[in-house]
């Protein structure tokens, strides 16, 4: 019996080999892969056949043509090298030439910034835990202290799916529940950790707000955790982030997943406190909102609040991105525009 798809791999084969220049390996290319070439009469036999056999013919012949692709770009790639010693051996190519410069890549200002604060917070015993960007409304509020219909639920205009029971994460802070559940074994270890990622409410976007933007929540839970820990700590953080004089100043706040709460200002270090237009001529730069957490919130965590206690805050590194390198639009930041990113 005839088997023309051996038949017409047999003749491609043996012809792909003793091709030597590029002119005949095109021909042969559209001879046998072209639109017009033997495969393509191949599979116009299918309809013709059996209908029983058409399947199995059907993968010979895609195996066939997956085979044959491969073997001329084996081909092409051999011809093109001996092309190229050829052209060497002769001269046509002056390897004295300086060559193009290759762009390098670099980091995201934002992912600086990133893996600067993970650097500080890990060298303060930190561990970096990875939430989702893809939350629950039960997590990214409910759990957090704030019910269906609590009025701060409108601090955070949020991007619900079509499910609404599911929204792109408003801050870092469900993250809190996720890494007390996972770490915390049932509420009985304590947990260092911070939770770096993107976040995304429904705003107008403007110079000063986007759509997307980073945080870093920190959490700790421990069984003898106090309000100090948590001054001790952020002033720690700014020491060595801004600057190992940096004076570190807290105001009362609230949050209603921390009890009590503040707000975290640090001097500015444009102007050392004196007042600059950056600083609003006040001397001092927002850093972090924080607190306590709330004992509703420990429990949600698996943590008994009688027993257990924490602190965590909330940071936004894109402000201090923009400070740093005199940024003057957030805008920038996630519009890709290589004019802005290979400047860092
Ligand atoms: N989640 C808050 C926000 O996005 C920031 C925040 C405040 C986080 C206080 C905290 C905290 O962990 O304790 O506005």
Redesign the pocket.
Known sequence: MSDPIGEIRRQALDALQIIAEEKALASWRSQYLGRRGAIGALFGTIGGLPSEDRSAFGQRVNALQAELSEAFEAREALIQSQLLARDLEEGEIDISLPAYPRRGGGLHPSTRTHREFQTIWADMGFQVYQSRDVELDEFNFTLLNLPPHHPARD??DTFYTKDPRVLLR????PG?IRAMRELGDGGTKPIRVILPGM?YRQEQVTARSEIQFT?V???AIGRNIRMSDLKGTIAEFAKRMYNPRAKVRYRASY?P??EP?MEVDVECFLCGGKGCRVCKYTGWLEI????MVHPDVLRNGGYDPSVWSG????MGPERITMLKHGIQDIRYFWDNDLRFLQQF
């Open positions: 601090m955070q408003t801050h870092t802070s809190q976040c945080q929540e920190g959490l949050f997943f921390t709460s972090a909102g924080s607190g602190f965590a805050f909330g």
